[in-house]
Structures are given as structure tokens and as C-alpha cells.
């Protein structure tokens, strides 16, 4: 763990170097980020300055990130946006022209139905927050509501993405593997078939 809530960084500099895609193949995109000071990508960055883009939707987004990252040493894009099945590939391909080799995915909301809408094999890596309230065998998911918004949804706040089950089987229609979750057991990781 060095940015990352829980140790996600550490697991993606692990498979980006069993996979020997460092240094070269480290460009990003990593939607749900909040300020960027703790999230998956953030050691990436700081270490290799690749082509990256990062999303959210908070107020005074740039401002926010800035003093976490040093912009001017690689091409970080910001994207102060709000998420939904019509938009995310309008957004992708308006801010992302390269090769994405790591896509980390963290809403807490319709993540299932964002990565429904991806493009198969649009990374080499893929990193995906899921609902461990769900439990391990339940193929489950929050409805498609345009803005969802857990706290509004469900008086529990636990009531938000997909259970790890429905996530690795639309992974796998991806053309995704399954490797593992972090320990919280709500992060999991996919590499593409193609690796």
C-alpha cells in the first residue's frame, strides 16, 4: 500500500511486473477517484508519468488534484464528470487516444452496468470494486437508475454495486480472467485472456 485504501497499488505493481508490462505499458484510466490521494493508479503515475485519465464527479476536481500529483511530469487528464451507460463512452473516447493497459473501475453505484457497455479487452489489466454484502454466490446488481446515489437508495448505505460473482461473469464475456480480490474482499482483479 502506498496511495491506495487498501492495498491496491501494491497488487497492480505485482501483475504489471509478473506480466513485464513495466515500465513501458502503464498508461490508465481509473474512473472514481475523489481528490486522487488514495486510488489504485496514483503510485503508477508517480513512478512512470504515463498517459492516464482519471474521472470523477466532485466540485473543483483539478484544483482538488493537484496537490497530490506533479501534472506537468506526465499527461494526466482530468475528467470532472458523472458517470452513466449513455455517456461513459462518449467520455472515454473524449479524453482517452492511447493504448490502455490497467482500467481500475470504483463508483460504488452501476459499475455492472458501466462495464456492460466497455468494449471487450479494453485493457490489459482490469480492477473492479464490487458489494462484498452481496456475498460470494449471489449474481447480483443495483438497477440501472441514471445518478444513483447508495445513500438514497437504501437507508443501510450497503446496498450499491455488484456481488463478486456477477462481476467475475460479466468479466468473463469481456474476455477477462479472474486472478483474486484484495483482502478487504472488495476489490478484484481481471487480466485479459490475451496475457
Not at 466540485?59 to 487528464?77: A, F, S, T
Request: with cysteine.
Amino acid at each position: 500500500k502506498i496511495f491506495s485504501q487498501n492495498g491496491e497499488d501494491g497488487i497492480l505493481d505485482y501483475i504489471l511486473t509478473k506480466l513485464r508490462l513495466i515500465p513501458n505499458s502503464t498508461n490508465f484510466i481509473e474512473i472514481g477517484v475523489g481528490d486522487y490521494r488514495e486510488s489504485n493508479t496514483r503510485f503508477i503515475y508517480n513512478r512512470f508519468h504515463p498517459k492516464g485519465v482519471i474521472i470523477d464527479c466532485i466540485d473543483n476536481m483539478k484544483e482538488k488534484v493537484k496537490p497530490h500529483v506533479n501534472l506537468w511530469k506526465g499527461d494526466l487528464r482530468i475528467c470532472n464528470a458523472q458517470l452513466n451507460t449513455q455517456n461513459i463512452n462518449e467520455i472515454l473516447n473524449n479524453h482517452c487516444d492511447y493504448e490502455i493497459d490497467v482500467f481500475s473501475l470504483d463508483i460504488d453505484s452501476i459499475d455492472y452496468w458501466i462495464i456492460e457497455k466497455l468494449k471487450k479487452n479494453i485493457s490489459k489489466i482490469f480492477i473492479a470494486e464490487y458489494n462484498p454484502v452481496f456475498g460470494p454466490n449471489l449474481k447480483v446488481t443495483v438497477p440501472n437508475i441514471d445518478g444513483f446515489d447508495r445513500t438514497k437508495y437504501h437507508y443501510s448505505n450497503l446496498c450499491y454495486g455488484m456481488s463478486l460473482r456477477a462481476l467475475i461473469d460479466i468479466m468473463k464475456t469481456k474476455n477477462y480472467y479472474f486472478i483474486g480480490t484484495n483482502l478487504q474482499k472488495m476489490n478484484a482483479f481481471f487480466v485479459s485472456n490475451d496475457f
